[in-house]
């Protein structure tokens, strides 16, 4: 009863693989970018009895981007996923998202209007993305997004700028401006509403652009001459300097203090004679005429993700580690302290608060912080702020209760986090088990979990075993360095387990092994080269539930396997298959084991021009295949059979939604009302429990649950 998320990806921050994995009995959610297929639209009386997906978690995400208005206005903007969330009490609670931005692209820059908050600015990129193939079949997406009711939606600003690195808008509300990133390091600016940008004339590339939230018309750009002021809306520009402040320095940010009109503060980054990176903060309280500096004492090899000014002069500096902690001096960089209570978190935004002299907002790995007290203690603070990037999700069940076990990552780190929610209640971190992630949940004591480590490429490496629900680990008899691509538990008898590994440096010498005695000792079932098999991964390993000796496998090359004796021997299938075309998903009906539906799409070669898909079923363990669907045409990354109504079939289309159908694959229907448009990756897992309920992970929105009982 268990899924995976990404588990085939060697990098979180790569991109997606080819092929899905397989669909146990609904359990199984995977992502991939296999199958292309379209449904037919919705009728009106289906639209009206269809329920709704509602987000249940985890809270929190990767916030990457800030920006904030009087009045406790505040937007935060994730990593992955086009994902823009509003707070309208100053960080508190947040609403959902709202919809057109590109959920398979990077957010790289957030403004939002002054005097004008419903009005942002937002800039996407899919440079990082790690979905970057799906964006090429919808075409270039990347660019400035606008909205003008407050983020519920957003429009693409046609021809406006692309490979945005930061966003500042004019205090009077009159421009905003867009920087390119380091190769172009142009600034182009609009008017907001306008649709229309022109390039500014820049002195130098630049590295920051800010805003002057005193003088209008007043920006500052950071370049790697130093540091330029306009005071005309960029048409022309001064190079400051005086006093320490050198004018061939890199300067990385600036800002200035929201109670104190002049009152400068840039933050400069340099290497010294041994390479070592090192920081400056200048500070000129006369308007750029003289400015004063002090070092940063950053760790030896850290970097400087952001800092912000509180009134007064109070500076807050966040080291991306969240071991060090943040860096506060009220004396402009004379003395430094690390700040108490600062959040155990790698920040990666920070910003004071406009209007208000003590609150400070900062987004990092694990979610959005909130300090009342200049930054002196923080608390988290992600109340309906749903923007986790989950790298596994399984469920388990006592019987009376169900147990969902969630990983998510450091986009930046790969270290995991951990999350265990049951039965409908909150969901909680699991500390013992910060540094795994859960790739199987015991199908009778959802107590154990199998766990393993997380590298810093995102690979699963080695295997692991708690008994007390992640708190701690032991390590078990499989091969520690090898790459664990599928895993599976014997749903009759769960001591019987099956890993699948890979290896980065070539084909692993084993790359099936089974264990009888829950992992202790393992027993190779497969060598390098085996007969018969024309590949070096897989998909998937499906076990039949009715007869569990009974194994099929999809090979990444979309072959299908079959064994009979436990996975001692294997046989290809391809009887009944459409000749050119691959088996990418398999799906077993929970009441006949006997029926399988597979979803075939085409080679890799083909993937430029959509092919014809199809949904095929075999009624007799894939002896033969009837074809159910024919013509569709879309990405379809997970197929599933409703256990309780097995004519009832759910497809996932990758960033695109979720459709069902009721008459055994003839038909397919939308059904993802709720859903943010987009956000969908692929897969189901269904409540053992209550079975009316089936869960879905969003592309960076966590969690979607749906009861179809309700209206």
């Not at 899924?3 to 994995?21: A, E, T």
């Not at 406009?354 to 109340?383: C, H, I």
Request: glycine share 12%.
């Amino acid at each position: 009863m268990s899924f995976p998320i990404r588990s085939d990806s060697k990098d979180l921050m790569g991109q997606i693989p080819r092929h899905s994995r397989l669909a146990s009995q609904g359990m199984e959610l995977c992502l991939a970018a296999a199958l292309f297929v379209s449904a037919a639209p919705a009728s009106a009386a289906q639209a009206g009895r269809q329920p709704s997906w509602v987000p249940i978690g985890p809270e929190g995400g990767a916030i990457t981007h800030l920006a904030a208005a009087p009045g406790g206005i505040v937007y935060a903007g994730a990593l992955f996923g086009g994902v823009v969330l509003r707070s309208d009490d100053g960080g508190r609670h947040w609403r959902p998202p709202g919809s057109g931005l590109p959920a398979s692209l990077l957010l790289t820059a957030l403004a939002v209007v002054p005097g004008r908050p419903e009005i942002v600015y937002a800039a996407v990129d899919q440079s990082a993305s790690p979905r970057s193939e799906s964006v090429d079949a919808g075409g270039d997406q990347r660019g400035t997004y606008f909205s003008t009711d407050g983020g519920r939606s957003w429009l693409p600003d046609v021809g406006g700028p692309r490979s945005v690195v930061a966003m500042a808008a004019t205090v009077e509300g009159s421009a905003v401006y867009a920087l390119t990133s380091y190769g172009d390091g142009c600034v182009y600016r609009t008017t907001p509403g306008s649709r229309s940008w022109s390039r500014v004339a820049l002195p130098d590339v630049g590295v920051s652009i800010t805003a002057d939230p005193h003088r209008p018309s007043t920006l500052y750009l950071g370049a790697a001459s130093g540091l330029y002021r306009t005071r005309d809306g960029g048409e022309t520009w001064s190079l400051l300097g005086g006093g320490s402040l050198p004018t061939h320095n890199l300067i990385m940010m600036v800002a200035v203090d929201p109670m104190e009109a002049g009152s400068l503060y840039a933050l400069s980054r340099t290497f010294g004679s041994s390479g070592r990176l090192s920081y400056f903060l200048f500070h000129s309280p006369e308007d750029g005429l003289s400015w004063v500096s002090h070092p940063v004492p950053l760790l030896a090899g850290g970097f400087a993700s952001s800092f912000a000014v509180e009134p007064g002069g109070k500076v807050l500096i966040a080291p991306y580690s969240p071991a060090t902690g943040l860096l506060k001096t009220d004396d402009g960089g004379a003395t430094w302290a690390a700040a108490p209570g600062e959040p155990r978190d790698a920040i990666w935004a920070l910003l004071a608060a406009p209007g208000e002299t003590a609150n400070v907002y900062a987004g990092g790995s694990r979610g959005f912080w909130l300090s009342a007290d200049a930054g002196d203690r923080w608390r988290a603070s992600s109340a309906g702020l749903y923007a986790q990037v989950l790298t596994s999700v399984r469920i388990g069940s006592n019987g009376s209760s169900s147990f969902l076990y969630a990983s998510a990552a450091d986009p930046f780190t790969g270290n995991p986090f951990l999350f265990r929610r049951e039965s409908g209640g909150a969901w909680k971190a699991v500390r013992g088990g910060a540094t795994y992630a859960v790739i199987g949940v015991d199908p009778r004591r959802p107590e154990i979990v199998y766990g393993s480590l997380v590298d810093n490429s995102g690979n699963s490496v080695g295997l692991w075993k708690s008994y007390d629900g992640g708190l701690t680990w032991f390590a078990l008899g499989f091969p520690e360095g090898e790459l664990i691509d599928v895993f599976k538990i014997d749903p009759r008898s769960p001591d019987t387990l099956y890993a699948y590994a890979g290896s980065q440096t070539g084909p692993p010498t084993c790359p099936l092994s089974k264990s009888t005695d829950g992992g202790k000792t393992w027993a190779c079932l497969l060598t390098t080269p085996y007969t018969g098999f024309s590949f070096f991964d897989t998909s998937d390993l499906l076990i039949d539930p009715a007869d569990t000796s009974k194994l099929y496998l999809v090979s990444s090359s979309g072959q299908l396997y079959i064994s009979r004796n436990g996975g001692a021997a294997w046989k290809p299938s391809a009887l009944g298959l459409i000749p050119g075309q691959e088996v990418t998903i398999l799906a077993l009906d929970p009441s006949d084991s006997r029926r399988l539906y597979a979803a075939v799409g085409c080679p890799d070669e083909v993937d430029v021009v959509p092919c014809a898909a199809s949904v095929l079923v075999s009624n007799d363990s894939a002896g033969s295949w009837t074809l159910r669907a024919d013509g569709l045409t879309g990405a379809i990354t997970s197929l599933a059979v409703d256990p309780r109504e097995p004519r009832t079939l759910y497809s996932g289309v990758s960033l695109t939604g979720i459709f069902r159908s009721t008459d055994g694959g003839l038909h397919w229907h939308p059904f993802d009302a709720g859903l943010t448009p987009g956000s969908f990756i692929g897969g189901f897992l269904f409540d053992p429990v209550q079975t009316s309920i089936i869960y879905t992970v969003t592309d960076a929105e966590g969690v979607y649950m749906i009861d179809t009982r309700q209206p």
